[in-house]
């Protein structure tokens, strides 16, 4: 029925209605609009094509567009759903709702499972933990050695890796974050119940009240 | 904490490039 209606206001490609992304996430109505306006605002950071490339990525998290991360290509080649090299808007909200304070445990265990499985091979092997580490001293100002290095991948290892065959399963992974919660405290982000505050998106709103 | 009392991932999850808070940060 919609079809016959023409609205004026313009979306980004891949826009999707906010009522069904927030029937298939934690996310209310509200909160998916508020997020359109903050999605609108990292799309046209650097290129005004309503698609989140990754140097607005880049931009938006480290407000440099040229800085490389191992850990944030992680993140975007993950919201990067289609894997066409951009984030549209319904990946955004699909992937940040797994930060949701409301988002289940598990969903949270498997993104960051999937987040260090660097290879997708379907295990986090003991090499991938190694440069995962490296990365992480490459961009602190943790100075260790590599015997160091090596003793704490070592560690880690013994911990996870349960069945001991090099590599750690998603089952290891669950079992290894049950007790050690603290791995996915960064999966949560508080901000994304304050979003409406932040992004108060009138126009659409009232859009959809129209509609109704 | 020690860096060698600490495991891999707790190190890892201190990385800038996992938080993503810093996306709301006007």
């Not at chain 1, 508020?34 to 938006?60: C, M, P, R, T, W």
């Not at chain 1, 160091?148 to 290894?176: C, L, Q, S, Y």
């Not at chain 1, 050690?180 to 959809?208: G, W």
């Amino acid at each position: 029925m919609g079809c016959f209606y023409s609205k004026t206001t313009k979306h980004t490609p891949g826009y999707e209605e906010p009522s069904v992304l927030a029937a298939e996430t934690p996310f209310t109505v509200s909160e998916v609009e508020a997020l359109y306006e903050l999605f609108k605002k990292i799309s046209a950071s650097v290129n005004n094509d309503g698609l989140i490339h990754k140097e607005e990525f880049q931009l938006a998290l480290f407000q440099n567009k040229d800085r490389r991360n191992l850990f944030a290509d992680r993140i975007f080649d993950l919201f990067d759903i289609k894997r066409n090299g951009v984030i549209e808007f319904g990946e955004f909200v699909r992937s940040l709702s797994v930060f949701h304070p409301n988002a289940q445990t598990a969903a949270k265990i498997t993104f960051a499972f999937r987040l260090y499985d660097l290879r997708n091979t379907g295990f986090i092997e003991r090499e991938e933990l190694k440069e995962m580490v490296l990365a992480l001293l490459n961009e602190s100002e943790l100075d260790l050695s590599d015997d160091v290095v090596e003793t704490i991948v070592d560690k880690t290892f013994r911990d996870a890796d349960v069945n001991g065959d090099g590599r750690i399963d998603p089952e290891e992974w669950k079992e290894f974050v049950m007790k050690n919660p603290s791995l996915i405290k960064n999966m949560t982000l508080p901000y994304l119940t304050d979003i409406t505050l932040a992004f108060p998106s009138f126009v659409v709103r009232s859009e959809v009240e129209d509609s109704e | 904490t020690a860096p060698l009392a600490m495991n891999a991932f707790e190190l890892i999850s201190r990385s800038q490039g996992l938080n993503l808070s810093s996306l709301f940060e006007k």
